[in-house]
């Protein structure tokens, strides 16, 4: 038996030294991630709009430009396959020279100016790209040679260099790559990111393997494995029990101070916010009377619900656009809470019984008990909120065939007030239409307003042209804004992302080169 153990510890000693003397054998670094979603949909960046979607596009493609890591300020954004560029001064000519050298992953070859004219202009076709209203004044996209792009627009266009950015649209691909395989691109993406897709195991997990050559060095982590875990339990216990590394949070204050008296855990609170509007269909009975609309936006009370979800992660808004963005102007003012004047709107508009309203509603942490509260916030003033409740993906399904009259919908967008009024008040994004966004409300009454900014050059001006925007939204109550939901992740204390986390544009960490596991 004693001779059995010599041996045994012989061989463990081998093998150490082995692995010490060839990394090769030595274990993977591998980071666990679990996302609260049952499936993923597509790896398109010019497709992928689900918050479980954004995240990897951060990992795997690079844009022109791009926020730096652990930023959300458009201020801050830097040189990313570009190496510089220059600008016309009426601001509608960029030129723009990429770096030497960048691959794509696999065998697809190196990227040129054809790739990123490629990448643009399938961002600009709404038929491949849900972000297309974003690049409209994009008048012409061209390769001056293999190393230089120029793009000239219509009119100069707000947070241009952000539509270049690895974010959304901006996102680069691999043009033969995408060719090759047109119908199939969204489940084999290839881009230039410090992460390349290797496979998706259907409903439970994506695998991602480092990008050995990447541009700015080797990744420290050597895969991730992103688990698709909608349960929230499910996934605190896999990170209790050592399973996951990092997983989506559960976005209450109540749950981040049990979390913050962990030791071993660490938890991230960090913008940009999914602003949470609930959005009031004004083509559809009884939400179709002005009237019944103001009653719903007086018998919310939202300090109420801030104080449930938490000042931290959930401060208040003040207008359609959310908090921070550029533009935002609250001169309008808030709806008040006032059940009574909510009555005698309902008895005004012919309904002194109350009304019913129905409302598709997702099952997800971040929706349903909001939604709750609502629901029980109008039953007081003789509103019933008939709740539909499904699943994430038949929720996103049915609020985009028009079938719910209040929607309640978080997104974040690029921080100017022109992304939010395009995508979510212009008649040009009303859903059921051939350029439908996320217009629920089919609100038209601030169109001028927005086109008018969307051109404007004087930076004075566009902006009184998005506040009567807001003022004529917020006069027709198209909706009712609530609140700003900032990103909650959880932690180990062994994840060091290489950055401080103070905003993420793509709604998760950003997993870059500089990410290491310490355990």
């Known amino acids: 038996m004693r ?52 995240g990897p596009m951060s990992w795997m493609f690079n844009g022109l430009v791009r926020f730096p890591p652990g930023s959300a300020d458009p201020s801050k954004l830097e040189p990313d396959l570009a ?32 790739d990123v004219v490629y990448s643009l202009k399938r961002a600009q076709d709404s038929e491949q790209s849900s972000f297309a209203a974003e690049y409209t004044a994009f008048e012409t996209i061209e390769a001056v040679d293999e190393q230089t792009v120029r793009i000239v627009l219509a009119h100069p266009v707000p947070g241009f260099l952000g539509l270049l950015s690895n974010y959304h649209g901006g996102q680069i691909i691999s043009k033969a790559a995408a060719e090759e395989n047109p119908a199939d691109f969204g489940k084999q993406p290839v881009g230039t990111g410090p992460f390349e897709f290797e496979r998706y195991d259907s409903q439970q997990k994506v695998v991602f393997v480092a990008n050995e050559d990447y541009f700015r060095g080797a990744p420290k982590i050597d895969e991730i494995e992103y688990r698709l875990i909608q349960a929230d339990a ?20 109540r749950w981040i101070k049990r979390w913050e008296r962990e030791e071993s855990a660490k938890v991230d609170v960090f913008w940009p916010a999914e602003f949470r509007t609930l959005h009031l269909n004004t083509k559809m009975a009884p939400l179709d009377d002005k009237r019944v609309r103001q009653a719903v936006a ?35 003012g808030e709806y008040t809470y006032d059940p009574d004047a909510a009555k005698a709107l309902l008895a005004e508009a012919g309904h002194e019984n109350g009304v019913t309203i129905n409302a598709v509603v997702s099952t997800t942490n971040s929706q349903l008990p ?21 699943d994430h993906p038949t929720y996103h399904e049915m609020i985009r065939n028009d079938l719910s009259g209040a929607t309640f919908y978080g997104a974040a967008r690029f921080p100017t ?22 217009n629920f409300s089919h609100c038209d009454v601030a169109d001028a307003a927005i086109d008018a900014a969307s051109i404007e050059s004087d930076p004075e001006a566009q902006l009184e042209y998005w506040a009567e925007a807001q003022r004529l939204i917020h ?16 932690r180990s204390v062994d994840v060091d992302y290489g950055y401080d986390l103070v905003g993420e544009m793509n709604l998760a960490p950003r997993i870059t080169e500089m990410t290491d596991l310490t355990r």
Not at 89 to 106: A, I, Y
Not at 378 to 388: A, C, E
Not at 475 to 490: D, K, T
Request: hydrophobic share 45%.
């Open 3 to 54: 001779q059995v153990t010599k041996v045994a510890a012989l061989s463990a000693t081998l093998l150490s030294s082995l692995a010490w003397a060839n990394p090769a054998l030595a274990q993977d670094k591998v980071l666990r991630v679990g996302i609260n979603a049952p499936e993923i949909k597509t790896l398109d960046p010019h497709r992928a709009s689900a918050t479980a979607e954004k």
């Open 234 to 253: 499910s996934r605190e216990l896999a990170f209790a029990s050592g399973e996951l590394d990092l997983i989506y949070g559960k976005r209450e204050q």
């Open 370 to 390: 909001i939604m709750e509260v609502i629901q029980a916030q109008l039953s007081k003033s003789g509103i019933t909120l008939d709740m539909q409740v499904v």
């Open 475 to 490: 006069e027709e109550v198209c909706s009712v804004p609530l609140f700003n939901l900032r990103q909650v992740w959880l």
């Open 83 to 114: 190496e510089s560029w220059t600008v016309s001064e009426n601001g509608l000519e960029w030129v723009f020279t990429l770096k030497q050298g960048v691959t794509f992953h696999g065998d697809w070859g190196v990227l040129t100016a054809a």
């Open 417 to 438: 007030a022109d992304s939010y009024l395009t995508q979510f008040y212009h008649s040009g994004a009303i859903v059921g239409t051939p350029s439908a966004i996320t």
């Open 298 to 332: 007086h018998a919310i009370n939202l300090d109420e619900i801030v104080s449930f979800v938490g000042p931290d992660v959930g401060p208040k808004g003040c207008s359609v656009v959310p908090s921070g963005y550029l533009g935002e102007d609250c001169s309008a």
